[in-house]
Structure formats: C-alpha cells, structure tokens
C-alpha cells in the first residue's frame, strides 16, 4: 500500500493538472474578448449604431444596416432551423431506435462537420440561381443548414437524459405518446435543447462564407426579401481588407457588437425559459 | 373516439352487472423481453375492491406480471405479449381498445418515487387531467384537493402546493405519485414495490393508506417483502421463474401453503 502522503500528493497534482489546462483554455479566449474590447469601444458613438457605411476613404458611417442584416438572418434561420432541428432531435431520441434512425443520425454528424464554404455554394446554386439575385432567403436556407444539426444533436442528447421513468410515469396515467413527449420530456429537457439553440445562433451569427456567396453585402439598408442585404460578419470582412485606419476601427466596433449581440440574446434566453421547477 | 367507445360502452354495460367478483383476469398469459420469456401461462384471477399481492424471487416475472394490466410492458423496445388479460370481463389486448383508455382505467405507481420535476406539486397531481385537455379550473382544484386527500398528504402540502414536486421527502413524494394516479379517477391500482425505497416509517404510513384505499380500488402490489404482502394483502400470488406457483388467500399462503416451493420460499430458504 502507498503512502498516505504520495496517495495526497497524486490527488493534489491531478488537481492542478486540471486547473493549469482550464488557464491555459482561457487565455486565448480572454485576450481576444480583451482585444476586441480595447479596439472596438472608441468606435462607438451614435452614428455607429444609427447610420450605414459612409463613403469608402472617409472617416463617419456606421453599421446599422449590417446590424439590421445579422438580427434578420438570425431570425430567418431560427424560423427554418430550430424547429426543423428541435423536431427531428426528438425523432431520434424518441423514435429513432432502427436503421432509418442510425443512418439520419450518420449523416447529420457528416453535415455538422461539412465545411461552411461548401454549404455557402450549395445555396447559391440551388437558392440563389433559382431566384436570379442574392437574398437573404438564400442566407438564411444556407445558414439553417448549419443550424439544424447543431440543434438535433444537442436535442436528441438532451431528450435521452430523461429518465425513462418519466415516460413511463406519463404514459401510465394515460397520456398520449405526443403529450408525453412534448409536455413531460421535452420540457425536462428545456435547459439543454435552449443551450443547443444558443451554441447554433452564436455559430450562424459568425459565418462569414457561406453570406458572401448568397447575400452578398450591401451599402443599404434591408430592401426586401430578394434584394442583396449586409451582415456584420461581411462587414467586419470587408472592412478589414481596405487601407483606412478608420475602416479597421469601425472593423473592430463591428466585432465587439456581435461578440455582445450573441452574449445578450444568450442571456436573454436563459431569463425567458427560466424555471424554478428543474430537473 | 371510436375505439375509447368500444371500451366505455364495454365499462357501462358491466355497471349493470356491478356485482361481479373477479376485476382482473388472465388467461394464458405469456410475455417476452426479445427472446427471453419472462411469463409463461399466467391464469388469475384477481378479485374487486381488494388487495392481491404478487410475491417471488427477483426476476421472477412479478413487475412484467402488473405491467401486463395496464400495457405497459409493451412500450420496451421488442417486448412482447400474448394470451388475454380481461378487465370487466372486456379483454383489453383485443384489437379495438385503445391501450391509452386502458391506462386511465388502472393507474400505477413505482418502485422509485417518480414525481415529474419540472412541475409543482399541484401540477403533478393535475399532469393525468391537463395534459388530457382537461381545463376547468375549480374541477381541477376540487380533484388535485380530494387526490391529495385520498393520499394523506394533504394535510402536509396545502400552503406549498406551487413548491416543485421533487422538493418534497422520499415517502411523500411516493405519496404524491399515488394521489397523481387517483386523480384520474382509476378503478384499478397497480403498485409496483412502492415501498422499497423508503424507509420504514415512510413505508409503514404507505401500507396503511394502501389498506385505506382498498374500499374503493381494485389494488395489485408487488413486493419482495413478505412481512408487508402479509400485513397489507387479502390474496397473494407466488410467481417463481414466469410461472404462477400458488395462488390463494394470503392467510392460507402464509399457514398453509400447498406447494414446496412457495412453503422454501416463504420460509426464506430461497429467494
């Protein structure tokens, strides 16, 4: 038998193992909350937030036609991916115990690693050509392919956190299957399938290659359904690559409102499907 | 609808006929888990308005047995049943009866206490009514008040009613699940060890409002204590390996048991 004291060492050392892997995870994530932060913050002001781009060389504009365009993507998407993705989550989880299931479950893996440049062409010959213009439909339908296996991973794994009891416990009182699962598990499950829909919104609020490909970017504000439209993401891109310090300004202003627009809606989630009755 | 109708006008025709003795009867009942056969041959008959407890080794076959009664066994993925089990004198594996009627005609409890955690204690006693559209307010006061009353926990949880279910003690939360299952107005009870994981005191207060609701239910409790399937039953059944071994009034049972194997058992030489 060991030692005591080697026995108390080994446990103190897995510790610290531990803890020095978390600093050193979080350091890259800090400095660039950081960067961002100190860059970003002189750039605001109120024609930041009230204006659109100014004219390419000049100092002035702002980006509130690219804020408009991420928060109509978001919206777009959400209203194609969750329910799509929530729905076929609880296929699998609940239904999904055969070979139609296994093979749905494969090829959902597949398309969450599917490089989003890819996704980006898909929808431009398939959304784009059909319409004969860029639009934020073809954003949203390429952005909701990467949402929705994002969402019915998260869902599926999720759900078959329930214990089963649960699902006996309901149907036993004699309700139906579709209540059992919407109104029993389902909302067990609330916390994790809220998280899934978070991690998929910051993912599609980030992309930036499949938009160049199907909303293109613009100067203007939203002007219709099948008209090219702006995104901070093409924005941040875009003004990255001009030679104006006051482009890369506005560039890092850009950045530091997605990074809170993402952390907001996040929180804001959380409040709205708050509960004191949990799991 | 037409299928529920089948049943209730079934359940209607026998409130005519209100004197028959036996509730529950099988006859030939076999289920499988897979290919494992976990109950061979089961004959019963279970008498109204009394308390019949299914007694046995582990693995025996005594939580298929009940979960036979209300078709829950077939919800396990390739499980398996065959025979007849007729509630009323209706056999509720014929084709045109729905197994979610069967449900709410024989209600159950669990081993482990199973109150649904995202829900208040009014809530889960409400869960059978509400989430089969049931939405008068004052009806739904007046049942969650008589269930919760009916399950002697009233008494302990009218100021906390909007408290999660989950928030309360081992032995009233089981005491919960059984007030959630009478608020939709069973006539059968199907317990399935519902005390084994509680301690005694809780235990004990559960038997005795088992015994209380006898009157008015039909009850069918698993247990792998003989103790309590002495205390509280009227007739016990022995399941040995699938099989129905001996079944009669639970005093004979315990006195004088027909069988050799149920008089080893009973002496605690196997099991």
Avoid at chain 1, 109 to 125: D, E, H, R
Avoid at chain 2, 188 to 209: F, Q
């Amino acid at each position: 038998m060991e030692k005591y004291f080697v026995r108390k060492l080994k446990d103190k050392i897995a510790y610290i193992a531990c803890l020095t892997c978390v600093i050193i995870a979080i350091i890259p994530l800090g400095s660039i909350l950081f960067e961002v932060a100190k860059n970003g913050l002189p750039a605001i002001n109120i024609d930041f937030f009230t204006k659109g781009p100014g004219i390419i060389g000049e100092r002035g504009g702002g980006i509130a036609n690219s804020i408009q365009g991420t928060l109509i993507l978001i919206g777009l998407t959400s209203l194609i991916g969750v329910p799509i993705g929530i729905l076929s989550g609880i296929y699998l989880a609940e239904f999904g115990d055969n070979i139609f299931g296994k093979i749905v479950r494969l090829t959902n893996n597949v398309l969450a690693q599917f490089p989003s440049i890819v996704i980006g062409i898909f929808a431009y010959l398939v959304v784009v050509l059909a319409i004969g213009s860029f639009s934020p439909i073809a954003g949203a339908i390429a952005l909701a392919i990467i949402m929705i296996p994002i969402i019915t991973r998260t869902t599926e794994e999720s759900l078959k956190l329930v214990p089963n009891s649960m699902r006996e416990a309901s149907m036993a009182l004699g309700i139906r299957r579709w209540r059992t699962t919407f109104s029993i598990v389902l909302v067990a499950a609330k916390n994790g399938v809220v998280t899934g829909v978070m991690l998929s919104i910051a993912r599609i609020a980030g992309e930036t290659a499949p938009l160049i490909m199907t909303i293109l970017g613009s100067q203007w504000f939203f002007s219709g359904l099948t008209e090219p439209m702006d995104a901070l993401t093409l924005r941040i891109w875009r003004l990255s690559l001009l030679p104006y310090e006051h482009a890369h300004e506005i560039g890092w202003g850009a950045a530091l409102v997605l990074v809170t627009l993402v952390l907001s809606l996040n929180i804001i989630a959380r409040l709205l499907t708050w509960s004191k009755y949990r799991m | 609808m037409n299928k529920e109708l089948v049943f209730i006008n079934s359940k209607s025709m026998e409130k005519n006929n209100s004197n028959r003795v036996y509730k529950i009867e099988t006859e030939n009942l076999n289920a499988w888990f897979g290919t494992k056969q976990a109950l061979k041959d089961i004959n019963i008959k279970i008498r109204a308005k009394s308390i019949t407890a299914i007694i046995g080794p582990s693995g025996c076959g005594k939580s298929t047995f009940i979960r036979c009664l209300n078709r829950l066994h077939e919800l396990v993925p390739n499980a398996r049943v065959s025979g007849k089990v007729f509630i009323d004198g209706v056999d509720i594996y014929s084709k045109n009866v729905d197994p979610v009627v069967v449900r709410r005609k024989v209600g159950m409890v669990f081993q482990k206490p199973n109150p649904f955690p995202t829900m208040s204690i009014y809530d889960n006693v409400a869960a059978g009514l509400k989430l089969n559209g049931i939405r008068d307010k004052r009806k739904l006061d007046e049942i969650v008040r008589r269930s919760l009353e009916q399950a002697w926990l009233w008494d302990e949880v009218k100021d906390d009613l909007d408290k999660p279910g989950a928030s309360l003690s081992g032995g009233q939360q089981q005491r919960l699940c059984i007030a959630r299952a009478l608020a939709v107005e069973p006539e059968i009870l199907l317990l399935d060890e519902p005390t084994s994981a509680l301690d005694p005191i809780a235990a004990s207060k559960i038997e005795k409002l088992i015994v209380s609701l006898k009157k008015d239910y039909t009850i069918v409790i698993v247990t792998h204590n003989m103790q309590q399937a002495a205390r509280v039953s009227d007739y016990t059944a022995f399941l040995y390996l699938g099989k129905l071994i001996e079944y009669d009034e639970t005093s004979k049972i315990f006195s004088n048991p027909k069988e050799e194997l149920t008089e080893n058992y009973i002496a605690g030489r196997f099991g």
